[in-house]
């Protein structure tokens, strides 16, 4: 089965400042890859999704992600972060059944 | 819109104790969830189903049953729960297969003492 890795567990951040969220996965076959946020009190909502074609994706609230095939990668960018974006975020593989990583804490100082 | 309902949002278990968790979607999708969520450890999933009648273990099935009776349903049972069960249980749907997005109902946070 495939398995998922978030390699930074809490990012703080200065707003304006540029994130970037790492995920790595493991699985050898097609796989679909999607980042999903969780506001604090919240469920988690769906940011992007990348099935195939460009592996530039942009998602909402300025959020894009890039596929790198090679790395098994899918990184999360924002170029410039909001007080707002504290958050968590998920990075997941679907390959049959949804996997996720165990997530990213983001806090945004104002 | 409900879209996924899940009750009940709070219960509290003595070790031992049996309860069922029901997840409701009212989407018409085929593919349903349960996860559960641990600080640090992210959403693991517990079990699934891909249709009416259809149920599938996920990475953390011990200790847990489900049933897919009716399509828009799935329900989550504890035969004697446990404190490691203490957690937060999010159900999820999806319309299709690996390549949809999942919804989410809003969690039932479970307490076992």
């Known amino acids: 089965a495939q398995s998922v890795s978030q390699h930074n567990h809490h990012v703080i951040l200065s707003e304006a400042a540029s994130l970037e969220l790492g995920c790595n996965y493991s699985?050898?076959?097609?796989?679909?890859l999607f980042w999903y946020v969780q506001y604090p009190g919240q469920h988690l909502q769906l940011l992007l999704k990348?099935?195939?074609?460009?592996?530039l994706v942009k998602g909402i609230k300025g959020f894009e992600a890039e596929f790198i095939k090679s790395k098994f990668s899918f990184n999360l960018r924002k170029p410039s972060v909001q007080w707002s974006d504290t958050a968590e975020y998920f990075c997941a593989v679907n390959a049959g059944d949804m996997r996720f990583g165990a997530g990213t804490r983001l806090t945004v100082k104002p | 819109n409900a879209g996924v309902t899940q009750t009940p949002k709070f219960r509290v278990l003595k070790t031992g104790q049996s309860m069922t968790l029901l997840c409701a979607q009212d989407?018409?999708?085929?593919?349903m969830y349960w996860y559960r969520q641990d600080p640090g450890m992210g959403l693991r999933l517990i079990h699934y189903?891909?249709?009416?009648?259809?149920?599938a273990k996920g990475e953390v099935p011990d200790g847990y049953n489900v049933s897919r009776l009716k399509k828009q349903n799935f329900l989550l049972g504890l035969e004697s729960a446990a404190p490691s069960q203490t957690s937060v249980y999010f159900c999820?749907?999806?319309?299709?297969?690996?390549?949809?997005?999942?919804?989410f109902g809003n969690g039932t946070r479970l307490t076992v003492t």
């Open positions: 990348y099935f195939s074609g460009d592996p």
């Open positions: 999820a749907s999806s319309d299709q297969g690996s390549g949809s997005p999942l919804h």
């Open positions: 989407m018409n999708h085929e593919y």
């Open positions: 189903s891909v249709g009416e009648g259809t149920t």
């Open positions: 699985y050898g076959g097609t796989v679909n």
